[in-house]
């Protein structure tokens, strides 16, 4: 028998992004909606063993939608990975009379969601929210969107300025372990060649890469970087490496880092973050627990929280071709 859920806890937990707020906005409104209380816990697990928690109704979420970060704040919980963390995090919903979770945040978020809900069997709901986009289960994560029009935009200043002056650029952009954002950023500013964990291009091929540009009448070159790539140097170390093998160029680095996962949400996904707020609240008073909600297909649907943690958010390889036809 599923538990009759009446109070709702919602939390954002992980590296923030762009759409969080409105996330929270949409499973407070849900909530409000379906005349359930919502509680917002403050740094994520770490204010569950707290009881860092305040009431929210539908007016407390007003003028965030278009805000970047997190009003209930985030936080890589250590303590909430201990048996003991947890035992006093349940002790603390049990005592507020919170009898249903929604976690927004990546896979570490999910992974000490389902954990919670083996020992406690305590209803858990999770919504993808990391600008990596690396949550299998959703085409997109909150947050993916937004960043990749940030990077686009930087990309296209430093093209200004390495026009200007005839330099290649190393522009490394976040993604630990997956190039959902160089993949996309780099087609989306028309980088010359772009770098990513799934694919290792090798040192070789890139310098015979940047050479084929020099030789078909390019000045100046952007290569993208995801922070996880495989190619086995650093920004800084390719920037050596390819000025020590090429004097044809003029070679700089701009790490793009934080900048990032702030700035205030795209419409996608402020719209995504509330589509994703309903389902999660609904889901959960339909008495389903473990679940990841996601876009598939341009519809909501239910990914089981085990599979979303498990299953690898593969890139997208018709995007991969497009890119290399078009750095020719
Ligand atoms: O949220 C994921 C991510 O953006 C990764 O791409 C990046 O490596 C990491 O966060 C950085 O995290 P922190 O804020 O802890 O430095």
């Given at each position: 028998m599923s538990k009759i859920i009446k109070k709702i806890g919602v939390?954002?937990?992980g590296g923030d992004s762009p759409g969080m707020n409105a996330a929270i906005r949409s499973v407070v409104r849900t909530c409000a909606f379906h005349n359930i209380e919502c509680v917002g816990i403050y740094r994520g697990y770490e204010g569950i063993m707290e009881g860092d928690f305040k009431t929210m109704d539908a007016r407390s979420v007003k003028g965030i939608i278009n805000k970047g970060g997190t009003?209930?704040?985030?936080?890589?919980?250590?303590g909430f990975r201990t048996p003991e963390g947890r035992k006093i995090a349940h002790e603390q919903l049990v005592k507020a009379g919170i009898d249903g979770l929604i976690v927004i945040g990546g896979?570490?978020?999910?992974?000490?969601?389902?954990?919670?809900?083996?020992?406690?069997?305590?209803?858990?709901?999770?919504?993808?929210?990391?600008?990596?986009?690396d949550i299998f289960g959703t085409t997109h994560t909150i947050g993916f969107d937004s960043?990749?029009?940030t990077v686009v935009e930087c990309i296209d200043k430093i093209r200004d300025t390495?026009?200007?002056h005839n330099r290649l650029f190393f522009i490394e952009v976040m993604?630990?372990?997956?190039?959902?954002?160089?993949?996309?950023?780099?087609?989306?500013a028309g980088a010359e060649e772009i770098l990513i964990p799934e694919e290792n291009l090798g040192l070789h091929r890139l310098l015979e890469s940047l050479h084929r540009s020099k030789r078909s009448g390019k000045s100046s070159s952007i290569v993208v970087v995801a922070e996880g790539d495989k190619i086995g140097k650093n920004v800084f170390e390719l920037k050596d490496y390819v000025e020590a093998n090429m004097d044809e160029y003029?070679?700089?680095?701009?790490?793009?880092?934080?900048?990032?996962?702030?700035?205030?949400?795209s419409c996608f996904d402020r719209v995504l973050a509330s589509r994703m707020g309903v389902k999660?609240?609904?889901?959960?008073?339909?008495?389903?627990?473990?679940y990841m909600v996601g876009l598939l297909n341009e519809q909501m649907e239910l990914t089981p929280l085990e599979q979303a943690v498990k299953g690898k958010s593969e890139i997208d390889r018709e995007l991969l071709r497009v890119s290399e036809i078009m750095t020719t």
């Open positions: 939390m954002t937990s009003v209930l704040k985030s936080a890589r919980s250590k896979d570490g978020t999910f992974n000490g969601g389902l954990v919670f809900n083996k020992e406690f069997d305590f209803p858990v709901i999770g919504i993808p929210s990391t600008i990596d986009n960043a990749l029009n390495a026009s200007s993604g630990r372990d997956a190039g959902h954002i160089a993949l996309n950023a780099g087609v989306g003029d070679v700089r680095v701009s790490v793009l880092g934080h900048m990032q996962r702030g700035g205030s949400p999660a609240v609904e889901t959960l008073l339909e008495g389903k627990t473990n």
